[in-house]
Nanobody
C-alpha cells in the first residue's frame, strides 16, 4: 500500500514560517492528486491545499496568500510552505494522496503557533 510520512511541524511564534514535507512510498505518485489537510482539537478536518498530478492548485480561503503547495515527482514528495502563521493555524496537518478511487493518509505532524 501507499505510505505517506509527514515532517516539518513544530512550535513557532505568530508571524513565523514552516515548511512541511510529505514523503510517499509505493507506486503511482506522479499520477496522484496530493493534498494537505488539518484538524484542530474539537474541529472537523479541513482542506488546506491540493495539487493535482498536472500541477493545478487549490487553496483554502483561510490560507490563500500565506501558503504554497508544491510537488517533486522525482522525490515523490509534496511540500507545504506556510508563512505569516497565526494561532488559528495550530492543528495536526495530514498529507493526503488520491490515487484512482483510493485515498491515503499520513500519520500527521503537529503545528503549534503561539502568540
Amino acid at each position: 500500500q501507499v505510505q505517506l510520512v509527514e515532517s516539518g511541524g513544530g512550535l513557532v511564534q505568530a508571524g513565523g514560517s514552516l515548511r512541511l514535507s510529505c514523503a510517499a512510498s509505493g507506486s503511482g505518485f506522479s499520477v496522484s492528486d496530493m493534498g494537505w489537510y488539518r484538524q484542530a482539537p474539537g474541529k472537523q478536518r479541513e482542506l488546506v491545499a491540493t495539487v493535482t498530478w498536472n500541477n493545478s492548485t487549490v487553496y483554502a480561503d483561510s490560507v490563500k496568500g500565506r501558503c504554497t503547495i508544491s510537488r517533486d515527482n522525482a522525490k515523490s514528495t509534496v511540500y507545504l510552505e506556510m508563512n505569516s502563521l497565526v494561532p488559528g493555524d495550530t492543528a495536526v496537518y495530514y498529507c493526503n494522496a488520491l490515487l484512482g478511487y483510493y485515498n491515503y493518509w499520513g500519520q500527521g505532524t503537529q503545528v503549534t503557533v503561539s502568540s
